[in-house]
Protein backbone atom coordinates (compact mmCIF):
# COMPACT_ATOMS: atom_id res chain seq x y z
CA UNK A 1 0.00 0.00 0.00
CA UNK A 2 2.80 2.76 0.84
CA UNK A 3 4.71 1.73 -2.51
CA UNK A 4 1.14 2.72 -4.54
CA UNK A 5 0.55 5.91 -2.10
CA UNK A 6 4.01 6.94 -2.62
CA UNK A 7 3.79 6.23 -6.48
CA UNK A 8 0.33 8.88 -6.73
CA UNK A 9 2.06 11.12 -4.34
CA UNK A 10 5.17 11.89 -7.54
CA UNK A 11 2.11 11.74 -9.90
CA UNK A 12 0.68 14.44 -8.56
CA UNK A 13 3.93 16.39 -8.11
CA UNK A 14 4.20 16.44 -12.05
CA UNK A 15 0.78 16.92 -12.88
CA UNK A 16 -0.16 19.73 -10.71
CA UNK A 17 2.46 22.44 -12.35
CA UNK A 18 0.64 21.39 -16.00
CA UNK A 19 -2.74 22.11 -14.50
CA UNK A 20 -1.85 25.41 -12.68
CA UNK A 21 0.14 26.70 -15.93
CA UNK A 22 -3.73 26.04 -17.78
CA UNK A 23 -5.38 27.45 -15.24
CA UNK A 24 -3.67 30.54 -15.17
CA UNK A 25 -4.37 31.41 -18.85
CA UNK A 26 -6.74 34.08 -19.62
CA UNK A 27 -10.17 32.55 -20.19
CA UNK A 28 -11.87 36.04 -21.59
CA UNK A 29 -9.81 36.79 -24.11
CA UNK A 30 -11.11 39.60 -26.11
CA UNK A 31 -12.54 38.35 -29.41
CA UNK A 32 -12.19 40.07 -33.00
CA UNK A 33 -15.14 41.70 -34.88
CA UNK A 34 -16.18 39.09 -37.64
CA UNK A 35 -16.05 40.20 -41.34
CA UNK A 36 -18.06 38.11 -44.19
CA UNK A 37 -19.01 39.17 -47.44
CA UNK A 38 -22.29 37.93 -48.66
CA UNK A 39 -24.07 37.93 -52.08
CA UNK A 40 -27.86 38.11 -53.59
CA UNK A 41 -28.13 36.95 -57.39
CA UNK A 42 -30.89 35.95 -59.57
CA UNK A 43 -28.72 33.52 -61.88
CA UNK A 44 -31.86 32.86 -63.99
CA UNK A 45 -30.89 29.23 -64.34
CA UNK A 46 -27.48 30.29 -65.83
CA UNK A 47 -28.91 31.63 -68.81
CA UNK A 48 -26.88 35.18 -70.06
CA UNK A 49 -28.84 38.13 -71.86
CA UNK A 50 -26.62 36.39 -74.36
CA UNK A 51 -29.22 33.21 -74.26
CA UNK A 52 -26.42 30.98 -73.33
CA UNK A 53 -26.31 28.31 -70.72
CA UNK A 54 -23.17 28.81 -68.94
CA UNK A 55 -22.74 27.22 -65.66
CA UNK A 56 -18.86 28.36 -65.34
CA UNK A 57 -19.79 32.18 -65.99
CA UNK A 58 -21.77 32.46 -62.91
CA UNK A 59 -19.14 30.70 -60.86
CA UNK A 60 -16.73 33.33 -62.09
CA UNK A 61 -18.97 36.10 -61.13
CA UNK A 62 -19.30 34.61 -57.78
CA UNK A 63 -15.54 33.61 -57.36
CA UNK A 64 -14.26 36.99 -58.48
CA UNK A 65 -16.71 38.52 -56.05
CA UNK A 66 -15.08 37.25 -52.93
CA UNK A 67 -18.05 36.57 -51.50
CA UNK A 68 -18.55 33.79 -48.58
CA UNK A 69 -22.08 33.39 -47.98
CA UNK A 70 -24.59 33.22 -51.26
CA UNK A 71 -28.33 33.54 -51.71
CA UNK A 72 -29.47 32.63 -55.05
CA UNK A 73 -32.48 32.23 -57.29
CA UNK A 74 -34.12 30.63 -60.32
CA UNK A 75 -31.73 27.97 -59.51
CA UNK A 76 -32.91 24.26 -61.56
CA UNK A 77 -32.39 20.84 -60.32
CA UNK A 78 -32.77 18.22 -63.36
CA UNK A 79 -35.09 20.41 -64.30
CA UNK A 80 -35.55 20.62 -67.96
CA UNK A 81 -33.25 20.76 -71.27
CA UNK A 82 -33.11 24.38 -70.69
CA UNK A 83 -30.68 23.92 -68.18
CA UNK A 84 -29.50 20.26 -69.34
CA UNK A 85 -30.93 18.76 -66.22
CA UNK A 86 -28.45 19.68 -64.44
CA UNK A 87 -28.38 19.99 -60.63
CA UNK A 88 -27.32 23.10 -60.49
CA UNK A 89 -26.50 24.28 -57.15
CA UNK A 90 -24.06 20.73 -56.38
CA UNK A 91 -22.35 21.59 -59.62
CA UNK A 92 -21.28 25.31 -58.38
CA UNK A 93 -20.55 24.44 -55.15
CA UNK A 94 -18.32 21.60 -55.84
CA UNK A 95 -16.83 24.32 -58.65
CA UNK A 96 -16.34 26.91 -55.96
CA UNK A 97 -15.34 24.17 -52.85
CA UNK A 98 -18.16 25.35 -51.05
CA UNK A 99 -20.92 24.14 -48.72
CA UNK A 100 -24.52 23.86 -50.19
CA UNK A 101 -28.32 23.55 -49.28
CA UNK A 102 -31.11 23.47 -51.69
CA UNK A 103 -34.85 24.31 -51.59
CA UNK A 104 -36.86 23.18 -54.25
CA UNK A 105 -40.37 25.21 -54.36
CA UNK A 106 -41.69 23.65 -57.82
CA UNK A 107 -41.07 19.82 -57.13
CA UNK A 108 -42.38 18.02 -60.66
CA UNK A 109 -42.21 13.60 -60.88
CA UNK A 110 -39.70 13.00 -63.38
CA UNK A 111 -40.16 12.57 -67.35
CA UNK A 112 -39.06 9.04 -66.76
CA UNK A 113 -39.03 6.75 -64.33
CA UNK A 114 -36.19 5.96 -61.64
CA UNK A 115 -34.66 9.32 -63.08
CA UNK A 116 -34.31 12.28 -60.39
CA UNK A 117 -37.21 14.59 -59.65
CA UNK A 118 -37.46 18.09 -61.63
CA UNK A 119 -37.14 20.96 -59.57
CA UNK A 120 -37.18 24.22 -58.90
CA UNK A 121 -36.49 27.11 -56.27
CA UNK A 122 -33.34 28.81 -54.18
CA UNK A 123 -29.86 27.88 -52.89
CA UNK A 124 -27.52 28.50 -50.58
CA UNK A 125 -23.57 28.55 -51.19
CA UNK A 126 -21.33 29.03 -48.53
CA UNK A 127 -17.70 28.90 -47.79
CA UNK A 128 -18.64 28.04 -43.77
CA UNK A 129 -20.67 24.89 -42.86
CA UNK A 130 -24.09 25.11 -42.91
CA UNK A 131 -25.33 23.63 -39.84
CA UNK A 132 -29.37 23.63 -40.22
CA UNK A 133 -31.93 24.58 -43.09
CA UNK A 134 -35.62 25.18 -43.56
CA UNK A 135 -37.52 25.87 -46.30
CA UNK A 136 -40.63 27.53 -45.44
CA UNK A 137 -43.28 27.87 -48.52
CA UNK A 138 -44.81 31.33 -48.45
CA UNK A 139 -48.34 31.94 -49.32
CA UNK A 140 -49.67 32.03 -52.73
CA UNK A 141 -52.87 33.27 -54.56
CA UNK A 142 -54.89 31.44 -56.88
CA UNK A 143 -52.75 29.74 -59.29
CA UNK A 144 -49.65 31.25 -59.34
CA UNK A 145 -45.92 30.16 -58.47
CA UNK A 146 -45.00 28.69 -55.28
CA UNK A 147 -42.48 30.57 -53.32
CA UNK A 148 -40.54 29.91 -50.59
CA UNK A 149 -38.14 31.18 -48.11
CA UNK A 150 -35.12 29.07 -47.26
CA UNK A 151 -33.32 29.48 -43.90
CA UNK A 152 -30.22 28.36 -42.86
CA UNK A 153 -27.77 28.35 -39.92
CA UNK A 154 -24.46 28.81 -40.56
CA UNK A 155 -21.45 28.15 -38.55
CA UNK A 156 -19.22 31.02 -38.97
CA UNK A 157 -15.84 30.99 -37.12
CA UNK A 158 -17.81 29.24 -34.25
CA UNK A 159 -20.99 31.74 -34.11
CA UNK A 160 -24.22 31.46 -36.04
CA UNK A 161 -25.75 33.44 -38.76
CA UNK A 162 -29.41 33.07 -39.42
CA UNK A 163 -29.05 33.26 -43.15
CA UNK A 164 -32.46 33.46 -45.20
CA UNK A 165 -33.17 33.82 -48.87
CA UNK A 166 -35.93 34.20 -50.71
CA UNK A 167 -37.86 34.98 -54.28
CA UNK A 168 -41.17 36.69 -53.76
CA UNK A 169 -44.28 36.39 -55.91
CA UNK A 170 -44.74 38.43 -59.31
CA UNK A 171 -47.91 40.14 -57.31
CA UNK A 172 -47.99 42.76 -54.64
CA UNK A 173 -51.16 41.26 -52.91
CA UNK A 174 -49.12 38.19 -52.53
CA UNK A 175 -45.63 39.74 -51.94
CA UNK A 176 -47.52 41.53 -48.82
CA UNK A 177 -48.58 38.85 -47.06
CA UNK A 178 -45.11 37.15 -48.08
CA UNK A 179 -43.05 39.67 -46.31
CA UNK A 180 -44.86 39.27 -43.42
CA UNK A 181 -44.38 35.73 -42.84
CA UNK A 182 -41.08 35.96 -43.14
CA UNK A 183 -40.73 38.93 -40.82
CA UNK A 184 -42.92 36.04 -38.77
CA UNK A 185 -40.25 33.66 -39.17
CA UNK A 186 -37.28 35.35 -38.71
CA UNK A 187 -38.64 36.86 -35.79
CA UNK A 188 -38.63 33.44 -33.88
CA UNK A 189 -34.97 32.68 -33.82
CA UNK A 190 -32.57 34.46 -31.91
CA UNK A 191 -29.22 36.40 -32.99
CA UNK A 192 -27.52 37.82 -35.85
CA UNK A 193 -29.78 37.41 -39.55
CA UNK A 194 -28.96 38.45 -42.94
CA UNK A 195 -32.37 38.29 -45.76
CA UNK A 196 -31.16 38.40 -49.36
CA UNK A 197 -33.42 37.78 -52.28
CA UNK A 198 -35.31 38.63 -55.53
CA UNK A 199 -38.39 40.25 -53.72
CA UNK A 200 -39.82 41.22 -57.50
CA UNK A 201 -40.79 44.77 -55.62
CA UNK A 202 -38.74 48.58 -55.68
CA UNK A 203 -37.90 50.01 -52.62
CA UNK A 204 -40.99 52.54 -52.27
CA UNK A 205 -43.92 50.22 -52.63
CA UNK A 206 -46.52 49.52 -50.42
CA UNK A 207 -45.69 45.86 -49.29
CA UNK A 208 -41.61 46.90 -48.64
CA UNK A 209 -42.25 48.91 -45.91
CA UNK A 210 -42.42 46.31 -43.29
CA UNK A 211 -39.05 45.06 -43.74
CA UNK A 212 -37.18 48.68 -43.86
CA UNK A 213 -39.05 48.89 -40.40
CA UNK A 214 -37.80 45.95 -39.17
CA UNK A 215 -34.33 45.20 -40.39
CA UNK A 216 -31.25 47.63 -41.96
CA UNK A 217 -30.70 48.23 -45.71
CA UNK A 218 -27.03 47.52 -46.88
CA UNK A 219 -27.81 50.05 -49.65
CA UNK A 220 -29.84 52.51 -47.87
CA UNK A 221 -28.37 55.43 -48.90
CA UNK A 222 -27.97 53.52 -52.43
CA UNK A 223 -31.54 53.91 -53.67
CA UNK A 224 -30.23 53.77 -57.54
CA UNK A 225 -28.76 50.21 -57.01
CA UNK A 226 -30.85 49.23 -60.17
CA UNK A 227 -30.52 45.32 -60.39
CA UNK A 228 -32.79 44.80 -63.31
CA UNK A 229 -32.48 44.37 -66.52
CA UNK A 230 -28.88 43.30 -66.82
CA UNK A 231 -27.89 45.75 -69.59
CA UNK A 232 -29.35 48.81 -69.16
CA UNK A 233 -30.26 48.53 -65.01
CA UNK A 234 -33.76 51.04 -64.08
CA UNK A 235 -35.10 49.51 -61.18
CA UNK A 236 -33.84 47.85 -57.94
CA UNK A 237 -35.29 44.45 -56.95
CA UNK A 238 -32.83 42.19 -55.07
CA UNK A 239 -32.08 43.40 -51.69
CA UNK A 240 -29.78 42.66 -48.72
CA UNK A 241 -31.20 43.24 -45.56
CA UNK A 242 -29.31 42.15 -41.76
CA UNK A 243 -31.10 43.21 -37.97
CA UNK A 244 -30.00 45.66 -36.63
CA UNK A 245 -26.23 44.34 -34.74
CA UNK A 246 -24.47 43.95 -38.35
CA UNK A 247 -22.77 46.85 -39.61
CA UNK A 248 -22.72 46.68 -43.21
CA UNK A 249 -20.16 48.65 -45.86
CA UNK A 250 -19.17 48.49 -49.02
CA UNK A 251 -22.34 47.35 -50.92
CA UNK A 252 -22.09 47.11 -54.57
CA UNK A 253 -24.13 45.71 -57.53
CA UNK A 254 -22.04 43.84 -59.43
CA UNK A 255 -22.03 45.02 -63.53
CA UNK A 256 -22.47 41.35 -65.83
CA UNK A 257 -24.61 39.82 -68.20
CA UNK A 258 -23.87 36.30 -66.79
CA UNK A 259 -27.68 36.81 -66.02
CA UNK A 260 -30.48 38.81 -66.40
CA UNK A 261 -30.26 40.34 -63.03
CA UNK A 262 -27.57 41.52 -61.71
CA UNK A 263 -25.60 40.72 -58.13
CA UNK A 264 -25.82 41.95 -55.04
CA UNK A 265 -22.72 42.04 -52.74
CA UNK A 266 -22.32 43.58 -49.26
CA UNK A 267 -19.65 43.40 -46.34
CA UNK A 268 -20.96 42.43 -43.14
CA UNK A 269 -19.34 43.08 -39.54
CA UNK A 270 -20.55 41.68 -36.50
CA UNK A 271 -19.43 42.27 -33.14
CA UNK A 272 -18.67 38.43 -31.30
CA UNK A 273 -19.99 39.57 -28.22
CA UNK A 274 -24.00 40.16 -29.60
CA UNK A 275 -23.08 37.02 -31.76
CA UNK A 276 -22.68 33.96 -29.77
CA UNK A 277 -22.68 30.49 -30.45
CA UNK A 278 -26.06 29.06 -30.34
CA UNK A 279 -28.19 31.41 -30.57
Request: aromatic share 8%; no cysteine; net charge negative.
Amino acid sequence: MKKYFGLLVILLFFITPVSSSLASEPINKEEKAIDIKIMSYNIHHAEGLDRVLDLERIAKVIEDSGAEIIGLQEVDNHWSERSNFEDQAKWLAERLDMHYTYAANLDNEPLNPREPRRQYGTAVLSKYPIIASTNYPLTKIGNTEQRGLLETVINVKGHHLKFYNTHLALTSAEREIQIKEIIEIASKTNGPKAIVGDLNAVPDSFEMQPLFSHYKDAFADQNEAYTIPADQPNKRIDYIFTSNEIETANAEVISTTASDHLPIVAELTLDPSVFKKGN
